[in-house]
Structures are given as structure tokens and as C-alpha cells.
């Protein structure tokens, strides 16, 4: 059976299977999937419960404490690199009755998320409710592995607002599990979809040209032990079409 499907393996398919993984796999690394399939919570969730790691968040962002940090990214070349380009900033916002998360904001939401921000301020100083909402749709994961050092600049920032270290931890253990989380999530859902639909359609094609390959196989196997023989003969002509004939021995 190992030999059959060793020799029901073409480039072609193996190719596409390992194309497939690798996508799979790198969609996966990223955080967002498969999580962003699952149920959605929205803020007003997080805002009762707190904020765990994997959960689904969509909906409008209502409370902003201001940035902490921001993404940056670069091309390094073997002597030098270009200038830095920043793609987004970190907000911190309030998860639960006390409790504290980030949320990834992209320089398209920027400016509104600053307004919030500001309104969020004025409440706090007994103003009115903040009226700008942001929209956001993204997962929870552990900060250190959306950014090398971004749960640093996070619990320094909770320290400058007035936090000690056993207040910081006593919150993060309340409302995250004692975890340091960001919402983060994909640039534009459409295209998330888009490649999921791409990254199954390979893999289902490989798989189904594995398993046509291997019951050939199988049919060749099953004539030669009961006697008969079976050649695959290619055809040379202008046409590149394959042909294939069976011959039966009696």
C-alpha cells in the first residue's frame, strides 16, 4: 500500500499540496485564522466579561485610552535598509469592570480613533459619552507574539498611568487570563476570505489528484495479479494529447 501511494504522487500534485500547507500554515501563524470563522463577541461583551485568548471580536470600539506603540515596517537590503513605514498603532482599551487590552488600529481608522480617544477623556472628566465609534473586527492574541516588545510598552505605559506592578498583574489575571492581550485582525475581511476559498480549493485539487492517481494505481495492481497487463503509452503528435490502452491476456 506505501508503494502504491508513493508511486500516486506526481510533482504536479505534491507541488500543489505543499503550495497549500504553506499558505495554510502561515494563515494560521498569523492568529487570525481559523478564528475569525468562529461566533463573534462583540465590545459590549468584552466590556462585561473581559477578554480571552482566540475569542472572535466584531463590532464598534466605544472607549479609547490613547496609544502605545506603533508598527513599523522596512526593507533590509544587504549594506542598508529603506525608511521605516508606519502601518498602524496600538491603542490600549478598557476590557471588562477595570481591566485593560489593546486593539490594532490601521492609518485608515487612525484620525477617528484619536477623536475617540479625546471624547474618551472628557467622560472620564464627567463630560458627555463618547459619540465616535470605530469599527474593528480582529482576534485576541498574546502581544508578544503580534510584536517583539509590545507587552513591554504596554504594561510601562499602565505604570506611567499610575499602576503598580501587583495592580497590573491582579488586572491582566482578572480580565485575560494573565495574559497581556491585542485584538488584531486582517486588513480587509474580503480578502481573508478570498484567500481561505484559494488555500482549500489547492489542497482539495491535490488531494483529489493523489487519490484519482492512487485507484489507478490500484485497477493496475488488481489486472496485473489476476493476469492481465496494463502499459500507458504516450502519444508524440502535434496535439500533446496522452493516450492509454489496455491489453488483455488470456
Not at 472628566?125 to 509590545?150: R, S
Not at 495479479?225 to 503528435?237: C, F, L, V
Amino acid at each position: 500500500m506505501i508503494g502504491r501511494l508513493i508511486r500516486s504522487l506526481s510533482g504536479f500534485s505534491v507541488v500543489l499540496f505543499i503550495f497549500g500547507c504553506i499558505f495554510l500554515g502561515a494563515m494560521i501563524k498569523a492568529g487570525d485564522f481559523p478564528q475569525i470563522y468562529f461566533p463573534s463577541h462583540d465590545f459590549e461583551y468584552v466590556m462585561e466579561n473581559g477578554l480571552k485568548k482566540g475569542q472572535h471580536i466584531k463590532g464598534e470600539i466605544y472607549y479609547s485610552l490613547g496609544t502605545f506603540a506603533s508598527k513599523e515596517s522596512y526593507t533590509q537590503y544587504e549594506d542598508s535598509r529603506t525608511a521605516s513605514k508606519t502601518n498602524g498603532y496600538y491603542y490600549m482599551i478598557p476590557v471588562g469592570e477595570g481591566g485593560m487590552a489593546a486593539v490594532y488600529i490601521r492609518k485608515d481608522d487612525l484620525d477617528a480613533m484619536n477623536v475617540l480617544t479625546n471624547e474618551t477623556y472628557d467622560y472620564l472628566m464627567g463630560g458627555d459619552i463618547p459619540q465616535t465609534e470605530v469599527h474593528f473586527e480582529g482576534v485576541a492574541v498574546k502581544m508578544d507574539k503580534e510584536l517583539v516588545g509590545l507587552e513591554s510598552s504596554f504594561r510601562d505605559e499602565l505604570e506611567y498611568m499610575g499602576y503598580t506592578e501587583s495592580e497590573i498583574n491582579e488586572m491582566l489575571t482578572s480580565y485575560s487570563d494573565g495574559e497581556c492581550l491585542v485584538l488584531t485582525g486582517p486588513a480587509e475581511m474580503s480578502t481573508m476570505h478570498v484567500m481561505t476559498v484559494i488555500v482549500f480549493a489547492v489542497l482539495l485539487l491535490s488531494i483529489f489528484l493523489i487519490v484519482r492517481s492512487y485507484r489507478k494505481e490500484a485497477e493496475y495492481d488488481r489486472q496485473r495479479e489476476s493476469g492481465m497487463t496494463y502499459t500507458k503509452d504516450r502519444s508524440e503528435g502535434m496535439s500533446g494529447t496522452s493516450q492509454t490502452t489496455y491489453h488483455i491476456n488470456r
